[in-house]
């Protein structure tokens, strides 16, 4: 069964563009979140959906971030426009309703580096 | 305010020897505790879950105890082995159910052979 997956694994971009990161959970997983980690800190929360709905966003940065699954199969993180202090590693990771327990399967992550 | 430490400094230990890993947390009154295992370019991996009315786990050679009264985990690995080499995160789960976790830094662990 394939894991979680991101795409790109790596974006380099500019201040001021904007940058889509894709992530494909594992199949029948409702729950999906994103977190992020910048340099030399911890990995931080961003927000979690349950199917196409947002549980809680109560991590996200500001407006220039903007989160979606329609669907509620993959999703996208959309930063627009994009500043220096949004690099870092974004993680995304699914979990399965009705385990006991809330293990997270998180993906390889993608590297962004704003220049 | 709200902080969860684990040792900032990398951990070398001999092959063989038993690893004991710590996650100190404030402010915080978490429903779990969960440890996971990260290796260079990759994600996160799940290890072990410990709930708040639990006292310790067990997995193979993976032993996770919890105590809420000193806000505090330990994680231990008996029997090293280099492969075990990596970072281990401990994160916590402040409600039931399948809400965000909270990550501490993380701990380097290196076994030399």
């Known amino acids: 069964e394939a894991g979680v997956t991101q795409f790109p694994s790596h974006s380099v971009i500019e201040k001021g563009q904007t940058v889509t990161l894709r992530c494909d959970p594992i199949?029948?997983?409702?729950?999906l979140y994103w977190y992020r980690r910048v340099m030399g800190k911890e990995i931080k929360f961003l927000l979690h959906?349950?199917?196409?709905?947002?549980?809680?966003e109560s991590g996200m940065p500001n407006n220039r971030f903007l989160a979606e699954r329609t669907g509620g199969t993959y999703s996208t993180l959309k930063v627009q426009p994009a500043e220096l202090e949004d690099s870092g590693v974004y993680f995304c990771?699914?979990?399965?309703?009705?385990?006991?327990?809330?293990?997270?399967?998180f993906g390889p992550g993608t590297r962004l580096t704003v220049l | 305010s709200q902080k969860i430490e684990q040792n900032s400094e990398a951990l070398n230990i001999q092959e063989g020897k038993t690893a004991t890993l710590t996650c100190n947390y404030t402010?915080?009154?978490?429903?779990?505790l969960q440890w996971y295992r990260q290796d260079p370019g990759r994600g996160p991996v799940f290890l072990l879950l410990?709930?708040?009315?639990?006292k310790e786990k067990r997995k193979e050679r993976l032993k996770v105890t919890f105590d809420t009264t000193l806000k505090q985990s330990l994680f231990h690995i008996t029997a090293s082995q280099p492969a075990d080499s990596a970072t281990y995160l401990c994160?916590?789960?402040?409600?039931?159910?399948?809400?965000?976790?909270?990550f501490g830094a993380g701990t380097r662990l290196a076994v030399h052979p």
């Open positions: 990771a699914s979990s399965q309703v009705g385990s006991s327990y809330n293990e997270q399967f």
């Open positions: 199949s029948g997983h409702d729950n």
């Open positions: 959906f349950v199917k196409e709905s947002k549980q809680d």
């Open positions: 402010n915080y009154s978490p429903a779990y």
């Open positions: 410990i709930r708040e009315n639990e």
């Open positions: 994160a916590l789960g402040l409600s039931g159910g399948y809400n965000k976790l909270i």
